[in-house]
């Protein structure tokens, strides 16, 4: 197989772990580097460049993986879309929704792969719940309870870099940082809401600008309705997933990573219908649903690099495409935008009003 030539744009913390990654992948060829700061990458391999613009345009690549800054995604997904690379860029998509829309715009060669690092998708257990709701296992969708108040952060956290919980420098808090995945996962399972009313804590437990105590609510076309709680304030906090239907629950721990269904044995609405006792409820199993890996940790990362490689040279779907990576960042942008007007957002959002406002937030 004729190795697909990559190029790293950013090289800090995570781009390190793309750069050792890259390598040990058959089918990939880590042949650039772009830093800002040379000196701090002249320990690697590749040619190196400081400025994305160069590293794009010299040849060397086929593709590139972005670990940039949030802010500066669309600007580098845009030049390497419109120079025919391919591009797998770190979550989240962008900060804003109208920037993904450009992205998106700029994604026109739709032979050129275009992907986010999602990788909680790797899991084998949330491919197992997504199959299940797809299959009808669970029924039609009643509610979604998504508690993710289990990433505490202490104040050392944000005060290790300037550009931490900054409109300026991250682009936002816990919605945009920590809770990227779990939006991703929401999404992903139960689809899009159709309203979002959500009250934001901005600073509430840490000296910083941005948000980290987030609790929304989710009205979804079909009537479902969701509850999703997140912060960096909270200990020990609870890491938990209930997704309610018809046909049964399923309960996710997301700490362990265990899953258990209560199948109903008969539907809840047709139970309701026909039952004549006052006080019943459906009789149910509780079955503890066996999954088989975990696919979190180093290789995570490395199966959707792996994915990326076949993407580009078999057509394999992408596991995460941006097209549906923008999804998770209207939730985010609704949750804020509702949070900072004190009112209910309806989907698709204003992606000008939320860019007005980040813009007033973080005059760029």
Known sequence: MKSVRIGVVGVGAMGRQYVAAIPT??????????NRTLDKIQDLPGEKFS????MIASGRVDAVVIATPHWSHPEVAIEALHRGLHVLTDKPLAVHVA???????????KTRRFGVIFNERTRPVNARIRCMIAAGEVGELRRVIWLA????????YYASGGWRA?????????LINQASHDLDLLQWFAGQPARV???LGLGRYHPIEVEDDVSALLEYPGGATGLFAVTTGEAP????????????????????????????????SQFSRTTKERFSRPPFTEVNVSVEGDGKGPESHIVILENFRDAIVKGTPILAPAEEAIRSLEIGNAMLLSGLSG?????????????RERNRLAPR
């Open 149 to 156: 108040t289990g990433i505490f952060r202490p104040h050392a």
């Open 343 to 355: 009112r209910t957002v309806e989907l698709p959002i204003d992606a000008e009003l939320m860019e």
């Open 99 to 109: 920037d993904g829309q450009r992205m998106l715009a700029a994604h026109r060669d």
């Open 166 to 174: 900054t409109w300026a420098g991250e682009g936002g808090g816990v």
């Open 51 to 54: 400025d994305y613009r160069h």
């Open 25 to 34: 992948i058959d089918g990939l060829e880590l042949t650039a580097l772009c």
């Open 197 to 199: 009313t959500a009250k």
């Open 237 to 268: 906090g609870t890491s938990r997933v209930e997704i309610a239907g018809d046909r049964g629950k399923l309960e996710l721990d997301t700490e362990s990573w265990t899953l258990r269904f209560f199948r109903n044995e008969v539907p809840t």
